[in-house]
């Protein structure tokens, strides 16, 4: 079959990922082709999956079916154990078999002294028989709907005594551990003959069989022998699509293929397996979700057993199926801590070699390696005699790579027997302490290893959706495949790692990170280096990790929900394999002083190595790099406390790493990448001097620090080490001169010239405090137009804050400007304060007179409470609504961060808001607002509800939390708005028609939103996968 309906990219993708003829294979398997027939290099032990479909559906036989000629006898009496009416509940375990706890230490010892032998091809054996359908039937299928011959593990209950008899012949031939009769033992891969319910127990039957035959050897030869409870690959796989069409489908997904390998662990283990054997991992993904499933029942329902993992390098590119280097492999399953890690199958002993000296290079576990006997020839058969087999793995031998060899496909009793006295002269392998010692160790396709002299490591940025205002609009777009094209250049930009985040109000983040994370790996180019799964959901996260065939870090987890959340997650994670990051925030919120980073970051420490058992050197700790230059003197020293905590924590924590996400240290000049790229700079070259070792950077956009012009330079020196009190708005000053032409801007004063609104308008904008106080007056003393002092506020002042708010929605204004601004109005509003005051006094005095009294009132323009809700500790922006607020008279409740519905709501009560305004940074918290907004519909409330901070949107706004409460419920871009907004609401007038406008714009934003889902349901393409068939003959 040829590739002709592969696109470009599709070839060069499969081409640079595996071979050729297993690309061939591969597409064969999944596309509807006729004429199918076995390509015999690719195999396995159980030889499980030996029949294909054909375009109508038909089963063809395979034509290649390896014979041994000296096959056992052919015994036709069942095992009592496995007899159809005394059989095993198939899907509920029993009560777990105990074993010797010191099994794992007998082994350990006997790899001390000596080559251990595995066991050869249970299907080459098998196939020896030539057993027809009524064979694999037995008395008990004989009426099942579909073809059973070629289900190897059926045998284990119809044909007992033929695999119990072959157990015996491989242990008799010296074999130190025979495998079950499992290799396609799952429900998954029996699904193929409808016979996924009986998965329990054909694997307990199993055990039982190679257990009897085990005790009955030992009992002979006083031997101590093993039965290795075998897993293998199913038929189905996680990195790759079964569609060249749409890369990103997947026919199983990772929480099934957990479940079907429980199952199949389950019965492998209540029927006396010794080890759990997850082997020919042709796909490291589907071994990962095997040994996650294995970890669990160690964690809940049994007593741990040494693991053994063997992957298949599938020809002389020395890669897997999926990409994976043999190093990038290991790395990638070594968080299970098996026993033994190796080959097996795919290649003969001569082709294995290189391989499997590079898999003892790079691991401190024992090496085992069962390869096939010889290439298949042009038969499908294996031309190596037991002699020439045996002799290759002698010189493994006696070169020191090996400490378990056997065989697989084509391999008899003859040839282990000629294997083990092969290896007998021989030392093993001694395995190495430590490959590399204080190294964290990441892969994707490739390995990465980060050591003490690594130079800092960059993570890509820009597939962000928080962060990257095109890749956000891409992916919302649904234009995944267009979003790829800034992965890749985020990597040859020079990113080491790539991070991806999917936090979006309007997104389904476990949806959008499962497809682009499976586009990715079907790029290689881009999933060649190790991913960054970013969110601040826990689901998200989770979504990544089952797509990740590769060792990632996770961005990131913390102590804010309390140590049982924060030991839950670390477990989980734990179980994937990956590396985290550990934020600097506790059940208090968020640090931000030197000794509190450290402090938080040393309990998360303890907690991940003393009780999850974490390996110090995959924790990597974000002390929080804070936004400095805000005009807020308390941030000051924001930068100066990271990397002081920094050089405490890479003192003190051994094996930890230190990262962080760069842009937020220059958030106050969104808009100015010169500047921002400058600070960055500056920044990481003093920070990575104090033991900074990674951060979330755009790879492309960093200058070397000796390329700053000189003034920025000196500017950002002073901003960072808060040296000069003026810093920032010197910086200001210098960010004028580098806009459009970089010319530096003269002061012009012909705006003294225009109306007073103007001036206002413009001191207000441009930040300028020096005329604000006259030219507020002028305007109180036109009692034309502004008849009351508050008409000053209404009118001028506020239309001029409406300008800032604009222009810092367009980036066109950034952080320290919109402060400025606000302490302007400040100003302003404190000119006219005496006035209202008076003009109070005077209504109150006039009441009096007329026989009213009015309640003492502090509230000046209204009540506000404010809060950054539970599970967010992000408050900057919630600062400056509070600062601007009270700017214009207003009370400003402020709870804080992390503030639960209950305290919100109760507050509000007691302090008779008016308006109640939540704040958030993460996605979370758009999730905690929707809550709020039920719970004040449900107990009553009619105050309007004001939704703000950087995740949230109109959108959002309009669709999910607007819906759940009948009040005025508005989304406020920046904090200059919220003025216009509040006044607006506080003015019963302006109140109707400002909902009049808001809930036409909504329900316009409601209707397009539903209308694009619509739209997007129908366009999506109508297609029958055909999942992939792969034909493993042992």
């Known amino acids: 079959m040829g590739l002709g309906n592969l696109s470009t990219r599709q070839k060069v993708a499969l081409a640079m990922t595996v071979p050729t003829s297993f690309v061939l294979l591969y597409l064969l398997f999944r596309r509807r082709s006729q004429g199918a027939k076995q390509l015999g290099n690719v195999t396995g032990r159980g030889a499980e999956m030996n029949q294909i479909q054909n375009e109508d559906g038909q089963k063809l036989k395979n034509n290649g079916d390896v014979v041994n000629k000296s096959s056992p006898e052919d015994t036709e009496k069942h095992d009592a154990k496995c007899l159809p009416e005394q059989r095993v509940t198939e899907t509920v375990s029993q009560k777990p078999i105990q074993r010797k706890s010191d099994v794992a230490a007998e082994i350990k010892k006997t790899l001390k002294e000596r080559i251990m032998i595995m066991d050869g091809g249970m299907g080459t054996m098998i196939q020896g028989h030539k057993f027809d359908e009524a064979a694999f039937r037995g008395e008990e299928f004989k009426d099942h709907s579909k073809p059973l011959k070629g289900n190897n593990d059926l045998l284990s209950l119809t044909k007992p005594e033929v695999i119990y008899q072959i157990h015996k012949d491989y242990l008799e031939a010296g074999a130190d551990f025979v495998e079950t009769n499992t290799f396609s033992g799952t429900s998954i891969a029996q699904a193929d003959y409808a016979m996924e319910h009986l998965a329990y127990r054909l694997n307990k039957c199993s055990a039982e069989l190679a257990r009897r035959a085990v005790d009955d050897v030992t009992r002979e030869t006083g031997v101590k022998r093993y039965v290795a409870g075998a897993l293998g690959p199913t038929n189905r796989t996680l990195s790759i699509s079964p569609s060249v069409e749409q890369p990103e489908y997947r026919n199983i997904t990772f929480d099934e293929l957990v479940k079907a ?486 002061e012009d004063l012909s705006w003294r010239n225009e109306s007073v609104e103007s001036r206002l308008a413009h001191s207000l ?122 700017c214009n008279n207003y009370k400003v409740i402020d709870l804080g961060v992390m503030t639960p519905c209950d305290k919100i709501l109760q507050t509000a009560i007691e302090q008779k808001a008016d308006i109640v305004g939540l704040s958030g940074l993460i996605t979370p918290s758009l999730d905690e607002m929707i809550h709020v907004a039920k719970e004040m519909e449900r107990l009553g409330f009619k105050l309007p509800l004001l939704i703000g901070g950087a995740t949230t949107s109109k959108t959002h706004t309009a669709v999910k939390i607007a819906p759940c409460y009948s009040q005025p419920t508005i989304h406020v871009l920046d904090a200059s708005k919220s003025v216009v907004v509040c006044s607006s609401l506080m003015d019963e007038g302006q109140k109707e028609e400002l909902m009049e406008d808001i809930n036409e714009e909504y329900d316009e934003i409601r209707e397009e939103h539903y209308d694009s889902l619509k739209v997007c349901k129908h366009s999506l393409m109508v297609w029958e996968p055909m999942h992939p068939v792969f034909i493993f003959d042992g």
């Open 261 to 746: 390998y429980q199952e199949q662990a389950r019965g492998l283990l209540d029927g006396g397996s010794d080890i759990l054997m997850v082997e020919t991992i042709f796909d490291t993904l589907n071994s990962k979700a095997a040994l996650y499933a294995i970890q669990e029942l160690f964690e809940t329902d049994y007593q741990e057993v040494p693991v053994f993992v063997s992957g298949t390098i599938v020809d002389k590119s020395g890669r897997t199926l999926s990409g994976q280097t043999g190093d990038a492999f290991v790395v990638s399953v070594s968080h299970a801590r098996p026993i033994c890690l190796g080959l097996n199958c795919a290649l003969g002993a001569t082709e294995m070699r290189p391989f499997i000296e590079n898999i003892g290079l790079n691991t401190s576990a024992y090496v085992l390696c069962y390869p096939n006997a010889g290439l298949p020839n042009t038969f499908g058969d294996y031309d190596e005699t037991p002699e020439m087999m045996a002799g290759h793995l002698s010189g493994f031998a006696r070169d020191g790579l090996v400490n378990i060899v056997g065989g697989c496909c084509g391999t008899t009793p003859t040839h282990i027997r000629a294997i083990a006295e092969a290896v007998k002269p021989f030392k093993p392998r001694i395995p190495p302490a430590d490959i590399h010692p204080e190294a964290m160790m990441l892969s994707g396709l490739e390995p990465m290893i980060v050591g003490k002299h690594t130079l800092f490591v960059n993570i890509g940025e820009r597939c962000n959706v928080a962060g990257s205002r095109k890749f956000a609009k891409l992916i919302t777009n649904g234009q995944y495949e267009e979003a790829l094209s800034i992965a890749k250049a985020q990597v040859e930009a020079g990113a080491q790692v790539l991070d991806i985040n999917m936090d979006e109000g309007m997104l389904d983040g476990v949806k959008a990170m499962t497809k682009f994370v499976n586009l990715v790996s079907s790029e290689p180019d881009i999933c060649k280096v190790p991913l960054c799964i970013d969110s601040s959901k826990f689901a998200v996260i989770e979504a990544g990790l089952k797509c990740t065939q590769g060792k990632c870090i996770v961005n990131s987890i913390s102590l804010k929900e309390g140590e049982e959340d924060f030991l839950k997650k670390a477990q989980t994670i734990k179980r994937h394999g990956a590396a985290v990051v550990v934020m600097a925030f506790d059940e208090t919120g968020q640090a931000t002083e030197s000794d509190r980073k450290v402090e938080i970051c040393t309990r998360s420490y303890n907690l991940l190595v003393h009780k999850v058992g974490f390996n110090p050197n995959d924790i990597i700790f974000d002390p929080n790099i804070l936004t400095i230059a805000t005009g807020m003197e308390e941030h000051n020293e924001y930068g100066i406390n990271f990397i002081e905590a920094t050089k405490m924590i890479k003192s003190t924590l051994p094996g930890a790493r230190i990262s962080g996400g760069l842009s937020n240290l220059s958030f106050s000049f969104r808009g100015k990448g010169v500047i921002r790229e400058a600070m960055h700079s500056v920044f990481l070259y003093h920070a990575i001097k104090a033991g900074m070792d990674m951060g979330i950077v755009n790879a492309g956009a960093l200058p070397l620090y000796d390329d700053i012009d000189p003034k920025l330079l000196r500017l950002c020196e002073d901003l960072l080490w808060n040296k000069d009190p003026e810093a920032t708005e010197k910086l200001l000053e210098f960010a004028e001169t580098v806009g459009k032409g970089g010319k530096k801007a003269t």
């Open 765 to 886: 904008v441009k930040g300028i405090d020096k005329f604000v106080v006259e030219d507020t007056e002028e305007a109180r003393q036109n009692t034309d137009l502004y008849p009351r002092p508050l008409n000053v506020i209404e009118g001028p002042l506020m239309k001029g804050m409406s300008v800032v708010g604009d222009l810092f929605g367009a980036g066109k204004m950034f952080l320290p400007q919109v402060i400025k601004s606000a302490r302007v109005m400040k100003k302003a509003v404190g000119h006219l304060l005496p006035f209202l005051e008076k003009e109070k006094q005077e209504r109150r005095e006039q009441a009096l007179l007329d026989g009213i009294v009015l309640e003492e009132d502090d509230a000046g323009s209204g009540t506000v409470v404010i809060a950054t809700v539970k599970g967010d500790v992000h408050d900057i922006g919630k600062n400056i609504v509070a600062v601007v607020l009270g």
